[in-house]
C-alpha cells in the first residue's frame, strides 16, 4: 500500500459544529503533516508529527486540533471553525522527519464553512 | 532568507512544442530541491528530485547552483501535462518551502 487515504472527500460544516478528519498510511511511515490548501496556491504547513508527537505547530489557531493516535493514523480535529478556513486541507507523509526522501499526498478533503 | 520563486503564473504552449517552467531559489545551504505536479483532481504528487537525476514523463530538472535555479523542462509537450507544477525546496528543519506554482497548459 504506497498510498495516503483521506475521509471524507468533502465536508460541510457550520461554524458552530465539530468534526474531524482522518488520514492514514501504511507505508512504514513516522512523519505525518498536515497542510491547508487554498485554490491555485501551493499547501501551507499546520503540524508535523514525528513519532506520533507533535514536532511542529505552525501557530495554527486553537480550532483546529490534531492527534496521532497511532503510527498509521492522523486526524485533524475542527471546532468553531471560521468561513477562512474554506480550503483543501491536505495530509502527507514521509519516512522520517530529519530525512530528505520525498512526501507522499492524500486526495485531501475539501471543507466548506458555512 | 530561504525562498522559492516561480515567476510565471500561467504558461501555456502547443503541443509538441519545448516546455521550461522556471524555479529559482534562495538558500544559503546545499539545496534539496523538488517538482510537485498536481493534475486536475488528483492529488499533489512527486514528479521529480534533483538528487535523483531521472527524467518522469519525459521532464528531466538540471540544478544550477550557479544561476541558483532548478527549471523543468520537457522537449515535447503532451495534452496530459497540463497541471499545476510546484518547485519546493527542502529547508534546514527538513520542511518544504514552495514555490507559488505554475499552471501549465497545453493547447491542442
Known amino acids: 500500500d504506497t498510498e495516503v487515504t483521506q475521509t471524507p472527500k468533502h465536508l460541510v460544516m457550520g461554524m458552530t459544529n465539530k468534526k474531524s478528519l482522518k488520514c492514514e498510511q501504511h507505508?512504514?511511515?513516522?512523519?505525518m503533516y498536515w497542510y491547508k490548501q487554498k485554490a491555485k496556491k501551493p499547501p501551507e504547513l499546520m503540524f508535523v508529527?514525528?513519532?506520533?508527537?507533535?514536532?511542529i505547530n505552525e501557530s495554527v489557531p486553537s480550532r483546529f486540533s490534531p492527534e496521532c493516535p497511532n503510527s498509521s493514523l492522523l486526524n485533524l480535529h475542527l471546532h468553531a471553525l471560521q468561513p477562512e478556513d474554506s480550503a483543501l486541507y491536505l495530509c502527507?507523509?514521509?519516512?522520517?522527519?530529519?530525512?530528505?526522501?520525498?512526501?507522499?499526498f492524500g486526495d485531501g478533503t475539501r471543507l466548506s464553512i458555512l | 532568507a530561504q525562498r522559492v520563486t516561480q515567476p510565471e503564473k500561467l504558461l501555456s504552449v502547443f503541443k509538441g512544442a519545448p516546455v521550461e517552467l522556471k524555479c529559482n531559489y534562495s538558500?544559503?545551504?546545499?539545496?534539496?530541491l523538488f517538482w510537485y505536479v498536481q493534475y486536475s483532481r488528483q492529488r499533489l504528487q512527486l514528479l521529480l528530485r534533483?538528487?535523483?537525476?531521472?527524467s518522469i514523463k519525459g521532464f528531466t530538472a538540471d540544478l544550477n547552483k550557479g544561476e541558483t535555479s532548478f527549471h523543468l523542462k520537457k522537449p515535447f509537450a503532451q495534452e496530459e501535462d497540463s497541471a499545476m507544477y510546484y518547485c519546493?525546496?527542502?529547508?534546514?528543519?527538513?520542511?518544504?518551502?514552495w514555490g507559488a506554482g505554475t499552471k501549465l497548459i497545453i493547447k491542442p
Open positions: 502527507a507523509s514521509s519516512q522520517y522527519v530529519d530525512s530528505n526522501q520525498p512526501q507522499h
Open positions: 507505508m512504514g511511515h513516522r512523519a
Open positions: 508529527y514525528s513519532y506520533e508527537k507533535l514536532s
Open positions: 538558500y544559503s545551504g546545499s539545496p534539496e
Open positions: 534533483h538528487i535523483s537525476r531521472e
Open positions: 519546493a525546496l527542502q529547508d534546514s528543519n527538513y520542511q518544504l518551502i
